[in-house]
Each structure stands twice: as structure tokens, then as C-alpha cells.
């Protein structure tokens, strides 16, 4: 059986493990937002950065790609995956159905914020964020390069996201 993984954010251009095929795939009920304070990977405990989440909202999708796992190594991605995005306990995984652009639907490994963990912080204005990612940077780098590589991945995929398109540019002048 193929092991799936849903990836909206950094895993859309940097898996970090194994993938056999990629194929776009929507999740019903949730957003893909900046509603998570970074203060590893994207940002500090004094400065925080914003990372990607899924935030569960009635009505809700979110477009990205179901990445299948090569088989055979799906122990390890399993760990890999959980080292990375359990830093904190801000993600929850879930096995969660997507559906393919195909039609059919799988179920895949998902990462979902907590809306109850410290770093949690939905509703923030676009400006607001926009401030934020133009200056933090944590363990992986400038929160300005998680920003620009989601929102180019998802659009070389055709998968324009206008809150991260419109964030870009503004973050663009910001630092200008």
C-alpha cells in the first residue's frame, strides 16, 4: 500500500525524503495560513518567524501536493517527517483524505496546527505578516526564503495562492 504525505508548504520543494510521484491533490475542511509562530526553523524565541499551517475552517480547502512515498522506505520518512514537524508540538499529525486531481481519493500523512499550542496565532493581518517574515530568521534561514520558495512551487505547479502571492510582493518592498 502507498504511503501518502500532503505537503502545502516547504515539503511542496523540499520533501526531504523519497518521493515515487507527485500529484495535486485538495484537503476539504482546512486553509493553508501563516498562523504559526516559527522559533526554530524560520524565526527565534525573540524574534519569531511564520510558518505555513493547516488551519481547520468549516468550508475550507486547501490545494497541494499528495507526495507518494518511494516504497520501501516509508518507516524512515515516517521518523523523518516526525523529527521535522513535531520541533514542537504546534503540528498534530493526521491521516487525512485528500483527493487527487484525478478524482481519487487517498489518505495521506498531514500536518494540522494545533489552534490551542502557544504558537498558534491565526487571524493576523496580512500586513502584519507581511512585517514579520521580511525580518526573521531562524535555524534554516531567512523566513523571506520559506515565503518566496512556497509561493514560486505553487505556482510553477499552477497553484497561485493570492494571500502568499500578494505577501511576496509585499514582503519584496519591505526589504527593498
Known sequence: ?????????????????????????????????????????????????????????????????????????????????????????????????VELHTGDLVTAVTYVIDPHHVQY???MSLEEQARIIAHAVGGRGPNTEYLYNTASHLAEIGLNDEDLDWLAGRVRQITA
Not at 500532503?6 to 500529484?23: C, H, I, K, Q, T
Not at 484537503?27 to 488551519?55: I, N, W
Open 1 to 97: 500500500m502507498t504511503m501518502w504525505v500532503f505537503g502545502y508548504g516547504s515539503l511542496l520543494w523540499n520533501p526531504g525524503f523519497p518521493v515515487a510521484r507527485r500529484e495535486i491533490a485538495t484537503l476539504q475542511g482546512y486553509a493553508r495560513s501563516f498562523c504559526m509562530s516559527s522559533v526554530h526553523h524560520r524565526g527565534t524565541e525573540e524574534k519569531p518567524g511564520l510558518v505555513l499551517a493547516l488551519d481547520e475552517v468549516a468550508g475550507a480547502h486547501c490545494t497541494g501536493l499528495a507526495l507518494a512515498v518511494e516504497g520501501g522506505a516509508e518507516a524512515e520518512t515516517l521518523d523523518y517527517l516526525r523529527e521535522r514537524e513535531l520541533i514542537s508540538s504546534a503540528y498534530v499529525e493526521r491521516d487525512l483524505e
Open 121 to 123: 496565532c491565526g487571524g
